[in-house]
């Protein structure tokens, strides 16, 4: 099994540019989560989506985030315009829970952006 | 809302030896509580996940306890290498398959 993808690796661009993030969870999995990690506030979940549908979107910080799921076996998470603040590393993550059952959740490598 | 504090924040110790890192939260309802493993730059990897009715789960030379009413958890390594070197989290889960993670401990084995 080829674990999470995520792309790209590492991102840098400037303020106010648009960045797109991507996922592609283990297969047969049914859940999938989008977090940031920074040194200040550590890894924060920023929206999770069950079966293809957005779930939880509370961490999401702004309204210049934004995430979809179109099909189970891709996510994207884009910011638009990007901020020097927004610099950090965005895990992905996927799990398989059923009704009352929560597994594991298993991690991308993540993605690295720097925003100048 | 639900808090996760993780001590020490940092640990350095001689190869070969046993120890402790503790982690405790304030809300005892979860579902499940998790230590994961990080290397610099790398993504996260699951150790152990621990049940809210159970009380230990154990991988080779590590140990995690779980006790939910006083709010904490132990994870054991036992006879630590360097390879042990790394950033460990702990994580409770929350109503809604919601993970909230600690700060970490950074260990470091000497060898």
């Known amino acids: 099994d080829a674990g999470v993808i995520q792309s790209p690796r590492h991102e840098v661009t400037e303020m106010g540019q648009e960045v797109t993030l991507r996922c592609k969870p283990i297969?047969?999995?049914?859940?999938l989560f989008w977090y940031r990690q920074t040194m200040m506030r550590g890894l924060e979940l920023l929206i999770y989506?069950?079966?293809?549908?957005?779930?939880?979107d509370s961490g999401m910080p702004e309204d210049r985030f934004s995430a979809k799921m179109p099909n189970a076996s891709f996510s994207t998470l884009k910011i638009q315009p990007s901020e020097p603040r927004d610099s950090a590393v965005y895990f992905c993550?996927?799990?398989?829970?059923?009704?009352?059952?929560?597994?594991?959740?298993?991690f991308g490598p993540g993605t690295r952006l720097l925003v100048l | 809302k639900q808090e996760v504090t993780q001590i020490p924040a940092a640990l350095s110790v001689p190869e070969g030896e046993n120890l402790v890192l503790n982690c405790s939260f304030t809300?005892?309802?979860?579902?499940?509580l998790q230590w994961f493993r990080q290397d610099p730059g790398k993504g996260l990897t699951s150790l152990l996940l621990?049940?809210?009715?159970?009380r230990e789960q154990t991988s080779g030379r590590l140990n995690a306890s779980l006790d939910k009413s006083s709010g904490r958890s132990t994870l054991y390594i036992a006879a630590s290498q360097p390879g042990d070197s790394a950033t460990y989290l702990c994580?409770?889960?929350?109503?809604?398959?919601?993970?909230?993670f600690g700060a970490g401990t950074i260990l470091r084995v000497k060898s």
């Open positions: 993550a996927s799990s398989l829970s059923s009704s009352g059952s929560f597994e594991t959740q298993y």
């Open positions: 297969s047969g999995h049914n859940s």
């Open positions: 989506f069950n079966n293809n549908v957005p779930i939880d």
């Open positions: 809300d005892s309802a979860i579902y499940n």
């Open positions: 621990i049940q809210s009715s159970q």
């Open positions: 994580a409770v889960m929350e109503y809604g398959n919601k993970l909230v």
